[in-house]
């Protein structure tokens, strides 16, 4: 079975720093497109930053400037770095990737989510 994890949420002080995991599991070829997601309390989710397989990134206008997408293929992984946190990114961050297995070109699949608090 195919899945996404995530993992590096927690409770930060506005203008720190956290780096958000998104790993694919299962038998897997490849990872394609990543994109990461956030939505915050009585809102819409929200594209926060996306990756294409040949590492092409795009951001929300936002975050630009102070958080970066990469990807580890190695590893079927894909980072968030979040600087300078602010309280309005305060959300449930979620990765979306389309994953290539042996009987399907590309799978689409969603993390659990993980939380991210920015406060005092």
């Known amino acids: 079975q195919v899945q996404l994890v995530e993992s590096g949420g927690g409770l930060v002080q506005p203008g720190g720093s956290l780096r958000l995991s998104c790993t694919a599991s299962?038998?897997?070829?490849?990872?394609?497109?990543v994109s990461w997601y956030r939505q915050a309390p009585g809102k819409q989710r929200e594209l926060v930053a996306h990756i294409t397989s040949d590492g092409s990134t795009n951001y929300a206008d936002s975050v630009k400037g102070r958080f970066t997408i990469s990807r580890d293929n190695a590893k079927n992984a894909v980072s968030l770095l979040m600087n300078s946190l602010k309280p309005e990114d305060t959300a449930v961050y979620y990765c979306n990737a389309g994953i290539t297995t042996m009987s399907y070109p590309n799978l689409e699949r969603w993390g659990q989510g993980t939380l991210v608090t920015v406060s005092s």
């Open positions: 299962g038998s897997i070829v490849s990872i394609n497109a």
